[in-house]
């Protein structure tokens, strides 16, 4: 037979760390259809964006700058390798600039605002060396090519304006892609299974911690700032009852 002293240290004065550890469990379980009420319209979301992403494509364009001079392999050293990789920076910048933008748009009457368009249209440096990569989104393959070689047209005319002499060739024009860029939807549907399910949880354990009802003699003995001297047991009359009439 268990003393009353086993009973109240081996229920109640567990270490804290498992205490702590049980009480998030416990929470979970507790609060699951909170969690599931909150996770389900989050994840439902998730699907629905990634089952309407639409169909793009992307097309690119490579361009080379150099410093003014002709292009040959003798006279490209190290320093005017470092000098029109410095162009290829600047001159990315100009590329976006609002002034081709709106010739690109007037020219093609695209359904897209300018800002719209800069956010679709990506120019950027290759690393370590002269060549300048274009690229721009939409859903029409060969109207994706079209704007992108335009803009690099727009953009040389732009530079010879600027500088008085063309110091960019074309590498390589775009073409009309193929194939369009992936939609990632397993992605998008994990990172969004994770967040339905953190979001439910952490609502969870907030409505946990406003809860103001006591679960364990420890939160009376917080409460009151004293110790525990013993507890009552609640008794299940109706069984005890039920067990003199079988008697």
Same mark, same amino acid.
Request: net charge negative; with cysteine.
């Given at each position: 037979m268990?003393?009353?002293?086993?009973?109240?240290?081996?229920?109640?004065?567990?270490?804290?760390?498992?205490?702590?550890? $049980?009480?998030?469990?416990?929470?979970?379980l *507790? *609060?699951?259809?909170?969690?599931?009420?909150?996770? +389900?319209?989050?994840?439902?979301?998730?699907?629905?964006?990634?089952?309407?992403?639409?169909?793009?494509?992307?097309?690119?364009?490579?361009?080379?700058? &150099?410093?003014?001079?002709?292009?040959?392999? @003798?006279?490209?050293?190290?320093?005017?390798? &470092?000098?029109? %990789? /410095?162009?290829? #920076? #600047?001159?990315?910048?100009?590329?976006?600039?609002?002034?081709?933008?709106?010739?690109?748009?007037?020219?093609?009457?695209?359904?897209?605002?300018?800002?719209? !368009? %800069?956010?679709?249209?990506?120019? &950027?440096?290759?690393?370590? @060396?002269?060549?300048? %990569?274009? @690229?721009? *989104?939409? *859903?029409?393959?060969?109207?994706?090519?079209?704007?992108?070689n335009? +803009?690099?047209?727009?953009? +040389?005319l732009?530079?010879?304006?600027?500088?008085?002499? %063309?110091?960019?060739?074309?590498?390589?024009?775009?073409?009309?892609?193929?194939?369009?860029?992936?939609?990632?939807? +397993?992605?998008?549907?994990?990172?969004?299974?994770?967040?339905?399910? $953190? @979001?439910?949880? $952490? #609502?969870?354990?907030?409505?946990?911690?406003?809860?103001?009802?006591?679960?364990?003699?420890?939160?009376i003995?917080?409460?009151?700032?004293?110790?525990?001297?013993?507890?009552?047991?609640?008794?299940?009359?109706? !069984?005890?009852?039920?067990? /003199?009439?079988?008697?």
């Open positions: 268990r003393k009353k002293e086993d009973f109240y240290e081996d229920d109640f004065f567990e270490d804290d760390e498992g205490l702590d550890l $049980m009480d998030l469990v416990f929470t979970l *507790r *609060r699951w259809k909170l969690i599931t009420l909150i996770a +389900i319209p989050i994840f439902g979301l998730g699907i629905f964006f990634a089952m309407t992403r639409p169909t793009v494509y992307k097309a690119e364009m490579t361009m080379m700058v &150099s410093s003014g001079r002709n292009f040959s392999a @003798t006279s490209l050293d190290g320093g005017e390798l &470092s000098v029109n %990789q /410095k162009l290829a #920076t #600047t001159y990315a910048e100009i590329a976006k600039s609002s002034v081709i933008l709106k010739n690109v748009i007037k020219k093609y009457d695209l359904d897209e605002s300018l800002r719209g !368009l %800069q956010g679709n249209v990506t120019i &950027s440096p290759v690393e370590d @060396t002269e060549l300048l %990569q274009l @690229t721009y *989104r939409n *859903r029409d393959p060969a109207l994706a090519a079209a704007v992108v335009e +803009i690099g047209n727009e953009f +040389i732009k530079v010879r304006e600027v500088m008085n002499f %063309q110091n960019i060739k074309v590498v390589e024009p775009a073409e009309v892609p193929r194939e369009a860029l992936p939609k990632r939807r +397993i992605i998008i549907l994990a990172i969004s299974f994770v967040l339905s399910v $953190m @979001t439910g949880c $952490m #609502t969870a354990f907030i409505v946990e911690f406003f809860f103001c009802k006591l679960r364990k003699p420890k939160d003995e917080k409460i009151l700032g004293t110790d525990m001297l013993g507890m009552v047991p609640d008794f299940n009359l109706s !069984l005890v009852d039920g067990e /003199k009439d079988a008697e």
